[in-house]
């Protein structure tokens, strides 16, 4: 189906563990983000793309890496999971942000660190 | 501090009532607004948008109020049904921002 999706959709891994959350849009949108939504915070923007090699910080981007090689895809990678990054993540595409469009975002990946 | 916030946590209303959501934001830069709605184990999910250039939009059972002289945004929804039980919340970007900015959300309960 076209849209955006996330893989896997939920995941467990140990404290120090390295591990990549997938994201892929089938829109083309020149935008993609991730969010993380733990309770009592909202979501919050970790890091975001304007486009392919072009990656920027959000709010909370310690302890995260993020890539683009391609459009449709961006990869969040944690390289040394924590217990505090245990949360649900969020990827999100957009048109623009210099405009006003809505993101459109996947299902989640729910990610417990133990 | 948070830039958006909601003044309740849990709404409860009755099914056919019709519900009001409200949002306060603090950035004063602020020029676009969105509601989402939230369900279970769900991504957000795109209700209606409301730039700063307006003080009403309406959609399908759904009205989105502006008033930025108080920095409040309010979303109304007509004839609340039990399909629009979930969490919804506003977010604001300014021009200029990448990233939308998200209160911390409001739940609705539809009572028989």
Redesign the interface.
Known sequence: DAGITQSPRYKITETGRQVTLMCHQTWSHSYMFWYRQDLGHGLRLIYYSAAADITDKGEVPDGYVVSRSKTENFPLTLESATRSQTSVYFCASSPSTGGYTEAFFGQGTRLTVV | G?SVGLHLPTLSVQEGDNSIINCAYSNSAS??F?W?KQES??????II?I?SNMDKRQGQRVTVLLNKTVKHLSLQIAATQPGDSAVY?C?E?S???????????THLIIQP
Request: net charge neutral; no cysteine; glycine share 26%.
């Open positions: 948070e020029d676009y969105i989402y184990g769900k991504g957000p999910q795109f948008d730039r919340f977010a970007k021009g200029g921002a990448d990233g939308l900015t998200f209160g911390k959300g």
